[in-house]
Structure formats: structure tokens, C-alpha cells
């Protein structure tokens, strides 16, 4: 019997995220063709693997049996087709470096800028990646490396080189009674409403720095999915955002403004690279990101 391994990511994705609608738009396809496919590896192996009627969505006792071998041989799969990547680029002399738009800073630029000074043969192409496929896309070889942000939940095979430590603030209405402040703490923040996003709750709650230290519980209001309009939504008094420090020289509103957080911990950036990785070029870059002094 062929299986066809498009079909089982569509199945782990679902049993994954527990709900057809969440799989659905982390996979950049719609619900009802999601659904289709899993039938379709259903109809294959002949038998019923989700439970439908659960909620969440859970497997089946044969997906039960089914799931721990697909997702080996979904690893096998990814790691099989990194190898031939590899070895691909390392025949080639262009990088290619995944950012997420919150990345894509000054010292983003200056890694840039170095390398090329050192392998001036060597061209960069910067390749922009959605939150959740920062380190995925490192892992299965979609990217040489990139520039990565809190929370990486699998480093799985990954190599985390820290680039710099970036303070962190608060983005807050320009008439917010906090806005005039030179620092704020999480206490201070206790009370307020924070923006989500609700496809990616993990990194929600990292910036949101959920728990809190005070144990007071974080209210979530308003989800957002870019920069304009997480700045929108706070410049409407809607709810305010724990952000990079980068952000206000690169994201910039008249009706926001933003305030260092004295307490919260430092986000780290980090060059993201697959372990078993040698080729010159990744080479090349670990040792411009080593070789440049961190905040």
C-alpha cells in the first residue's frame, strides 16, 4: 500500500491543533479540502482515524496506532529531503535567510553587511517567514538559516546562536496614563487588556509574559496579525502590546507610544541553523554572528 505523506502531515496538522478550521489556516488550505484529504488517507488505509465528533478533535484508536509511526516517517521524510538540500547549497553561493518581520532589524543588516564584506562572492537572499515557520522552515530546508524570536518550541536538529538581546516595551495609546513614564513594570501592566493572536497562543503568551510574576491573570482582547495593526489597535485604546525595542524605530504611529518594560526578561535573537549543517556558507555566517559583540 503507497501512502502519500502530503496526506499524512494534513492528518497530524489536525490531530495537532484539535480543530479541522485551525489546521486549516496554519496549512494555507481551506477546511472543507482539508477534510476531503483526510478522508481520502482514511478511504486509503481503510479505516477511521479522527473522531469527528470530539472536541477537540482526537485520533481514533487506530489513529491512535497510526499517529507515533506517520510521525517518524514524516521526520525520516524531512530529514531525507534536508540532506539532499544540503548537500545542494553547498554546491551553490547563495544563502538563504528566513526573518519574521520582527527579525528584520538593525543588527539583522549588520550580519548582512558583514558577511558580505568577508565572502563578497557570496550573494543573500533574505526570505520572509510566517511566526510559526521561523524554525520549521530551517529544520525541513526551505531556508539556510534564519533569525529567530521566543518561543521556539522544537529545537529539534537545530542550532540556536544568540545574536543579540533586545530590551522589551510596552506599546501603549499616546494618552494612556502610563505614556508619560520613563519605564513601566508588569505590575503596572496587570490591568490591561493585551492584544492576541489567536493562531499562535504560545507566542501570545510569551510577550505577553503570561504568567505573570504578581500571579495576576493576563486579559486578552483584540487578535492581530501585523505590526499596522497591532499599532492600530493600541492607538484606539483597545489594548496595549509587549513588543521588541526595536520596534518604535521601525513601526512607528503618531497616537502610540512605547515604554521600556524595566522587569521584563530580554528577548534574545538568535541565528537559527540546521545542527549537521557544515556547508561554507552557513559556516561563514556562524562565524560573522560569533564574531559580532551581543547587547
Given at each position: 500500500?503507497?501512502i502519500?505523506l502530503?496526506l499524512?502531515?494534513?492528518?497530524?496538522?489536525?490531530?495537532?491543533?484539535?480543530?479541522f478550521?485551525r489546521?486549516?489556516?496554519?496549512l494555507?488550505?481551506?477546511?472543507?479540502?482539508?477534510?476531503?484529504?483526510?478522508?481520502?488517507?482514511?478511504?486509503?488505509?481503510?479505516?477511521?482515524?479522527?473522531?469527528?465528533?470530539?472536541?477537540?478533535?482526537?485520533p481514533?484508536?487506530a489513529?491512535?496506532?497510526?499517529?507515533?509511526?506517520?510521525r517518524r516517517?514524516l521526520?525520516?521524510a524531512?530529514?531525507?529531503?534536508a540532506?539532499?538540500?544540503?548537500?545542494r547549497?553547498?554546491?551553490?553561493?547563495t544563502?538563504?535567510?528566513?526573518?519574521?518581520t520582527?527579525?528584520?532589524?538593525?543588527?539583522?543588516?549588520?550580519i548582512?553587511a558583514?558577511?558580505?564584506?568577508?565572502?563578497?562572492?557570496?550573494?543573500?537572499?533574505?526570505?520572509?517567514?510566517?511566526?510559526?515557520r521561523?524554525?520549521s522552515?530551517?529544520?525541513?530546508?526551505?531556508?539556510?538559516?534564519?533569525?529567530v524570536r521566543p518561543?521556539?518550541?522544537?529545537?529539534?536538529?537545530?542550532?540556536?546562536?544568540?545574536?543579540?538581546?533586545?530590551?522589551?516595551?510596552?506599546a501603549?495609546?499616546?494618552?494612556?496614563?502610563?505614556?508619560?513614564?520613563?519605564?513601566?513594570?508588569?505590575?503596572?501592566?496587570?490591568?490591561?487588556?493585551?492584544?492576541?493572536?489567536?493562531?499562535d497562543?504560545?507566542?501570545?503568551h510569551w510577550?505577553?509574559?503570561?504568567?505573570?510574576?504578581?500571579?495576576?491573570?493576563?486579559?486578552?482582547?483584540?487578535?492581530?496579525?501585523?505590526?499596522?495593526?497591532?499599532?492600530?489597535?493600541?492607538?484606539?485604546?483597545q489594548?496595549?502590546c509587549?513588543?521588541?525595542?526595536?520596534?518604535?524605530?521601525?513601526?512607528g504611529?503618531?497616537?502610540?507610544?512605547?515604554?521600556p518594560v524595566?522587569?521584563?526578561?530580554?528577548?534574545?535573537?538568535?541565528l537559527?541553523t540546521?545542527?549537521?549543517?557544515?556547508?561554507?556558507?552557513?559556516?561563514?555566517?556562524?562565524?560573522?554572528?560569533?564574531?559580532?559583540?551581543?547587547?
Open positions: 500500500m503507497d502519500n502530503h499524512v502531515r494534513y492528518l497530524v496538522a489536525v490531530l495537532d491543533e484539535g480543530h478550521g489546521a486549516a489556516e496554519k494555507y488550505v481551506s477546511t472543507p479540502a482539508l477534510s476531503q484529504q483526510v478522508r481520502k488517507l482514511e478511504r486509503t488505509l481503510g479505516t477511521e482515524l479522527v473522531d469527528r465528533t470530539a472536541h477537540p478533535i482526537r481514533t484508536p489513529g491512535q496506532r497510526f499517529l507515533p509511526e506517520a516517517s521526520d525520516a524531512d530529514r531525507a529531503v540532506a539532499v538540500e544540503a548537500y547549497r553547498q554546491l551553490a553561493t544563502l538563504r535567510l528566513g526573518f519574521v520582527a527579525s528584520a532589524g538593525p543588527r539583522a543588516r549588520d548582512i558583514e558577511l558580505r564584506h568577508r565572502a563578497p562572492d557570496m550573494s543573500v537572499e533574505r526570505v520572509e517567514l510566517p511566526w510559526p521561523q524554525a522552515a530551517v529544520r525541513d530546508g526551505h531556508v539556510d538559516a534564519s533569525l518561543p521556539i518550541s522544537d529545537t529539534t536538529g537545530l542550532r540556536l546562536d544568540v545574536v543579540d538581546r533586545e530590551p522589551r516595551v510596552v501603549l495609546p499616546a494618552t494612556h496614563r502610563l505614556a508619560t513614564r520613563d519605564a513601566v513594570t508588569l505590575a503596572d501592566l496587570d490591568d490591561e487588556t493585551h492584544v492576541t493572536d489567536d493562531a497562543p504560545e507566542w501570545v510577550w505577553a509574559c503570561d504568567p505573570r510574576p504578581s500571579g495576576a491573570p493576563v486579559r486578552y482582547g483584540p487578535s492581530v496579525r501585523t505590526m499596522d495593526e497591532l499599532l492600530e489597535t493600541v492607538a484606539a485604546e489594548a496595549v509587549i513588543t521588541g525595542g526595536f520596534v518604535p524605530a521601525s513601526h504611529h503618531p497616537d502610540v507610544v512605547f515604554v524595566s522587569d521584563a526578561e530580554p528577548c534574545p535573537i538568535s537559527c540546521r545542527m549537521a549543517d557544515t556547508s561554507p556558507l552557513v559556516g561563514a555566517l556562524r562565524q560573522v554572528v560569533s564574531s559580532l559583540p551581543t547587547s
